[in-house]
């Protein structure tokens, strides 16, 4: 039995924080929220780490964090390049913006050769979430379509400075995946959440998306293909981006998919704005007094 492999997405910017959030130190020891995952992936059975990152910070990436665990776990890196296309296809003139989530999960088709999980690089998931994770995809086979996703309750994912986009999900009695859909600009107003885009409330107990999937190999024959459909919808649209729970509707809503949604005791916690990061540091300060992590984690 193979171990599973985590991506780590990594190739964002990061608008609303202003920079490099991937490589912001959070730890007593300068770790990043990125060594936290690679922990709890190490702990709960994770074999590998891929990270997708840009090629123009690849020597800072290389510098600042491949070094600390490549004795630890099996380490690779693959770009996200706007050129990274399906053959007949070009990037349209004025572009720069990257194509999306799901784009960078393409990148690394070809450096995973095994079941494999997808996290954000900027989110703190907790212990917990990488276990459940890591038990489901030791059973998955490789042509299985059968996949998962770590599920949070939107009131345990919102920042106290501003407003954040989530993917509202809507589950079954047998805890599959129905759809995401996508809430933009949501946050507290007074006891409730609200979408400042739409004036919608959002149940405090939604299941949302953090980005945390689960997926065999037979997935990147999949998104590619359905990377076609959107590069012909939508790909000479300057801004437009092909997102993970876009393809995952889609092949659930053709019957070519099911997503199993797993719980976790999991606190899930990140930095969308600069204001989080106190927060984030203060949290980790908490679970290293209680033994969660060592203080010097490598």
């Given at each position: 039995?193979?171990k599973?492999?985590?991506?780590?997405?990594?190739?964002?910017?990061?608008?609303?924080?202003?920079?490099?959030?991937?490589?912001?130190?959070?730890?007593?020891?300068?770790?990043?929220?990125?060594?936290?995952?690679?922990?709890?992936?190490?702990?709960?059975?994770?074999?590998?780490?891929?990270?997708?990152?840009?090629?123009?910070?690849?020597?800072?990436?290389?510098?600042?964090?491949?070094?600390?665990?490549?004795?630890?776990?099996?380490?690779?890196?693959?770009?996200?390049?706007?050129?990274?296309?399906?053959?007949?296809?070009?990037?349209?003139?004025g572009?720069?913006?990257?194509?999306?989530?799901?784009?960078a999960?393409?990148?690394?088709?070809n450096?995973?050769?095994?079941?494999?999980?997808?996290?954000?690089?900027d989110?703190?998931?907790?212990?917990?979430?990488?276990?459940?994770?890591?038990?489901?995809?030791?059973?998955?086979?490789?042509?299985?379509?059968?996949?998962?996703?770590?599920?949070?309750?939107?009131?345990?994912?919102?920042?106290?400075?501003?407003?954040?986009?989530?993917?509202?999900?809507?589950?079954?009695?047998?805890?599959?995946?129905?759809?995401?859909?996508?809430?933009?600009?949501?946050?507290?107003?007074?006891?409730k959440?609200?979408?400042?885009k739409?004036?919608?409330?959002?149940?405090?107990?939604?299941?949302?998306?953090?980005?945390?999937?689960?997926?065999?190999?037979?997935?990147?024959?999949?998104?590619?293909?359905?990377?076609?459909?959107?590069?012909?919808?939508?790909?000479?649209?300057?801004?437009?981006?092909?997102?993970?729970?876009?393809?995952?509707?889609?092949?659930?809503?053709?019957?070519?998919?099911?997503?199993?949604?797993?719980?976790t005791?999991?606190?899930?916690?990140?930095?969308?704005?600069?204001?989080?990061?106190?927060?984030?540091?203060?949290?980790?300060?908490?679970?290293?007094?209680?033994?969660?992590?060592?203080?010097?984690?490598?």
């Amino acid at each position: 039995m193979k171990k599973p492999t985590l991506i780590i997405l990594a190739a964002g910017m990061g608008s609303r924080y202003g920079g490099l959030k991937q490589l912001d130190q959070m730890g007593p020891n300068g770790e990043t929220i990125m060594d936290y995952s690679v922990y709890d992936a190490l702990r709960a059975g994770f074999g590998k780490v891929v990270f997708v990152i840009r090629k123009d910070f690849e020597e800072a990436f290389k510098a600042r964090f491949i070094h600390k665990i490549s004795d630890k776990i099996a380490t690779d890196y693959v770009f996200q390049e706007l050129n990274d296309l399906p053959e007949g296809f070009k990037v349209p003139a004025g572009r720069t913006k990257p194509w999306g989530t799901n784009h960078a999960v393409w990148a690394a088709r070809n450096a995973v050769n095994e079941p494999f999980a997808v996290i954000n690089a900027d989110d703190f998931y907790g212990a917990d979430a990488f276990k459940v994770m890591a038990q489901y995809l030791e059973r998955l086979e490789s042509d299985s379509t059968e996949y998962s996703m770590v599920g949070y309750p939107v009131k345990n994912t919102l920042s106290e400075h501003g407003t954040v986009n989530r993917g509202v999900c809507k589950v079954d009695e047998k805890r599959h995946l129905i759809n995401v859909t996508e809430r933009e600009a949501i946050g507290w107003k007074n006891d409730k959440i609200i979408s400042v885009k739409d004036g919608g409330e959002v149940p405090q107990d939604a299941q949302v998306s953090m980005n945390f999937w689960g997926f065999s190999q037979h997935y990147f024959k999949q998104s590619g293909e359905d990377f076609i459909r959107f590069l012909k919808a939508e790909g000479n649209e300057l801004k437009s981006e092909f997102y993970i729970p876009a393809t995952v509707t889609n092949l659930i809503e053709q019957q070519k998919a099911t997503v199993k949604v797993l719980d976790t005791t999991a606190q899930w916690f990140g930095v969308t704005y600069k204001a989080d990061k106190e927060v984030t540091i203060q949290r980790i300060q908490e679970m290293i007094a209680q033994n969660i992590y060592p203080k010097k984690l490598w």
